[in-house]
């Protein structure tokens, strides 16, 4: 499925008219929830409904949209029983996003702490 309205590299993003990758990625993933549905699929495959329940009740359409906008984009796919999971790009993106998940949890404990350093 080739949704149109996917931020994709090669085309006029949000912040480049020339579509460089880094901007075209900046797009997709600021997008509101499609951070979230990728951080729900990490772990496999998961369902429509139960995708909408795990990001606190999404609505339908928006999930629906974000959905066709990451299939286009290569990082997410339909399996044969029309769950979703990620792509093997996908889930490089999810290794590569990794260390920002450790900064957010040293973050956490700074702010926790009151402390800046």
């Not at 979230?36 to 606190?56: M, S």
């Not at 359409?61 to 044969?80: C, F, H, I, S, Y």
């Not at 290794?95 to 040293?106: G, T, Y």
Request: proline letters at 6%; hydrophobic letters at 40%.
């Amino acid at each position: 499925m080739n949704d149109p309205t996917a931020p994709l590299p090669g085309s006029p993003v949000r912040g480049s008219r020339s579509g460089r990758p880094i901007m075209a990625a900046f797009d997709l993933l600021g997008r509101r929830w499609a951070l979230r549905i990728l951080w729900e699929l990490r772990d496999g495959a998961v369902g429509f409904r139960a995708l909408q329940e795990r990001c606190d009740g999404l609505s339908p359409t928006v999930l629906n949209t974000r959905l066709g906008e990451l299939r286009a984009a290569g990082l997410v796919e339909q399996d044969e029983n029309r769950a979703h999971r990620l792509t093997a790009l996908g889930e490089d993106l999810g290794d590569a996003i990794a260390p920002l998940r450790s900064w957010a949890v040293r973050w956490a404990e700074v702010v926790e702490r009151g402390s800046g350093s």
